[in-house]
């Protein structure tokens, strides 16, 4: 059995969690034959590559076959999607794992780019329905998604993390995670009412997205939120600045978003919440949210 560690991380603040090869009854049932799987690491979600098959572990079923049926036939301007494989019985999931064709490419730091491309997929993403995983409350025990949901309404929610200290969540120990719930509620006293519409945007991009020379960007995933198409940008430009060694002078590149003061605040305000309520989070992830909270307070 073949373990497969990397150092990458979720959306910046996270250490990555190891993938165990996929059992031969799931590469089976997808179909698979005569190849040894290859890992891939966190730029396909601890993924391992069968040929042109892709099989990644799943950290909620319901997110990842929803993910799988949206990306069977959405279609985006500009970008290469990967398609799920199904099961020879039809399913999107088998025993934690997912399958989908190989995208080549690898995560750069072409940061607007990203950007461009995030508005480009959710003017495509805007005409679909919420599904209901999206209305449920974080419950304990609490798994990754709960912490996502949680830090997530934190940023938008009349009291941050009311949602999380309903649900259970523990408070941090480490100074790091002290640090970043009074940044949180330091920051929310800067927020204002915002009428931009909720849709369905992914919350996710960077360090996912995957770059292959001048081919068009690709897209492994698709990591589902319910909040405005800018707030989704504005993540994405949070993660830059935070981890990607991304220049000061990207906030105001994309300026003409809407709203775009307040959705750069709320995108801070849920990867600080990530970062405080997440047990994986690393210390070496704050100073760069740090540096990213003085930024957005010029322009508030």
């Known amino acids: 059995m073949r373990v497969l560690r ?9 250490a990555f969690v190891s993938s165990v090869e996929p059992p031969q009854h799931v590469i089976s049932t997808f179909g698979l034959r005569d190849v040894d799987p ?15 098959v892709v099989l990644s572990p799943v950290a909620d079923h319901a997110r990842a076959a929803w993910s799988a049926k949206v990306r069977e036939t959405l279609s985006v301007d500009g970008v290469r999607l990967a398609r799920p494989v199904r099961s020879t019985d039809g ?4 025993s934690g794992w997912r399958a989908d064709t190989f995208v080549a490419g690898e ?6 780019e990203v950007v461009s491309l995030s508005m480009r997929l959710h003017a495509a993403t805007a005409q679909l329905e919420r599904p209901r995983f999206l209305v449920q409350p974080p419950v304990a025990p609490w798994a990754d998604v709960d912490v996502f949901v949680a ?32 940044l949180v509620k330091q920051l929310a006293t800067l927020r204002k009412p915002v009428e931009s519409p909720d849709q369905l ?15 068009a960007p690709g897209i492994s995933d698709i990591t589902p939120y319910w909040r ?12 830059a600045l935070s981890w990607g060694d991304a220049d000061d002078g990207l906030v105001g590149r994309w300026d003409d978003l809407p709203e775009w003061p307040q959705m750069l605040l709320r995108a801070l305000i849920f990867r600080l919440a990530v970062h405080a309520l997440h047990p994986r989070s690393t210390s070496e992830a704050f100073p760069g949210l740090a540096r990213t909270a003085d930024l957005v307070r010029l322009i508030l």
């Open 151 to 182: 830090a997530d309404r934190a940023a938008w929610e009349a009291v941050p993390l009311r949602t999380a200290r309903g649900a259970g969540a523990p408070e941090p120990l480490s100074s790091d995670g002290k640090t970043s719930l009074e």
């Open 38 to 52: 290859s890992p891939l690491g966190a730029d396909w979600d601890g993924g391992w590559r069968l040929g042109d």
């Open 91 to 94: 399913r999107y999931v088998v």
């Open 228 to 239: 405005p198409a800018s707030w989704a940008a504005g993540v994405a430009v949070v993660d």
């Open 6 to 14: 990397s150092a990458a991380a979720i959306g910046g603040t996270v």
């Open 107 to 112: 995560p750069e730091p072409r940061h607007d």
């Open 201 to 215: 945007v992914h919350g996710d991009l960077f360090g996912t997205v995957l770059f292959s020379g001048s081919d």
